[in-house]
């Protein structure tokens, strides 16, 4: 069956400029996560969804990000006015229920120029 | 609060030779472990994971770790390295199968 996919592969952008980034998680996934992956460390935990909600939102680094799950499926990662820093890989994973396996996707390397 | 420390950036071992990957971890609550592998070019795949039963935890490809609550310690361990076990792997903790917290990975080099 098909696995996590991200859109976009690769997203360029201008420093101040607003991006989203998507996931579509495994069907029937209930749980969601954001992570964001810097070069030479393990990833960041940014977000969890249980469902339509955020169960855990404590990793988000300002208000400049935000992800939303409206109908507990895709989800999309917002970053506004994005500076330099946030260059990374974002990664998202779903798994069945809190605690199963995570099932990672490719992520997205965003780069702000 | 949790969190994950890996000693050793990079670990290289020879083809055939015991693989042991070390981590330790700190958490408020009885925690849930995982080991994720991360080949080149490609996304986290997980190894193995602990929550809370048989301490002894067998994974794919032949690694296993054991959950030593005494020590904080979940080390992963492989009797016999493979050329394609070389890649880079994350030890991670839980609270409640949640918050994950990754450590800052390990990258297994085989020698030939």
């Known amino acids: 069956g098909a696995g996590v996919s991200q859109t976009p592969s690769n997203k360029v952008t201008e420093k101040g400029k607003y991006v989203e980034l998507r996931c579509d998680p495994i069907s029937g996934h209930t749980a969601l996560y954001w992570y964001r992956q810097s070069l030479g460390q393990g990833p960041e935990f940014l977000i969890y969804f249980q469902g339509t909600g955020a169960a855990d939102d404590s990793g988000l680094p300002n208000d400049r990000f935000f992800a939303v799950r409206p109908e507990g499926s895709v989800s999309t990662l917002k970053i506004q006015r994005t500076e330099r820093g946030d260059s990374a890989v974002y990664l998202c994973?779903?798994?069945?229920?809190?605690?199963?396996?995570?099932?990672f996707g490719p992520g997205t390397r965003l780069t702000v120029l | 609060a949790q969190s994950v420390t890996q000693l050793g950036s990079h670990v290289s071992v020879s083809e055939g030779a015991l693989v042991l990957l070390r981590c330790n971890y700190s958490s408020s609550v009885p925690p849930y472990l995982f080991w994720y592998v991360q080949y080149p070019n490609q996304g986290l795949q997980l190894l193995l994971k602990y929550t809370s039963a048989a301490t002894l935890v067998k994974g794919i490809n032949g690694f296993e770790a054991e959950f030593k609550k005494s020590e904080t310690s979940f080390h992963l361990t492989k009797p016999s390295a493979h050329m394609s076990d070389a890649a880079e792997y994350f030890c991670a903790v839980s609270a409640y199968g949640q918050n994950f917290v990754f450590g800052p990975g390990t990258r297994l080099s085989v020698l030939p």
């Open positions: 994973a779903s798994s069945p229920g809190p605690g199963d396996e995570q099932f």
